[in-house]
């Protein structure tokens, strides 16, 4: 995923990896290898925002976007990640919509859980 993220936007990928808990990486390879990447503390995970969202079938969505290193909906807030970005992992333009959108509401309702 690092990888893809580096074709699109280089100067970043040191942030990403930061939020990613990995090192840069602009090798070829499909997969990074070793461990799952772990979120660091207070993060919340995809599901989580694909629950929020309502979007039924999520174990698709769920099984693209984790499997291309989106972990925590915050990375859709990275500036330079485009949504067509997002639509080349082969997901529709609706669902792309949604999770871009509404990223700002569920900060909100998790900011309420914490309140």
């Given amino acids: 995923m690092l990888t893809i993220l580096a074709f699109f936007f280089p100067h970043q990928l040191s942030m990403i990896s930061g939020l990613l808990g990995t090192k840069p990486s602009t090798s070829n390879c499909d997969s990074l290898p070793g461990d799952p990447i772990s979120l660091p503390p207070n993060e919340f995970h995809i599901e989580g925002y694909i629950d929020f969202l309502g979007i039924q079938y999520k174990e698709n969505f769920l099984k693209k976007l984790i499997g291309n290193g989106f972990h925590s909906h915050k990375i859709l807030k990275l500036a330079g990640l485009l949504r067509a970005n997002v639509r080349g992992l ?26």
Avoid at 90 to 115: E, P
């Fill in 90 to 115: 082969g997901l529709t333009l609706g669902v792309v919509t949604v999770l871009f959108d509404n990223i700002h509401k569920y900060d909100q309702y998790l900011a309420s859980l914490h309140g």
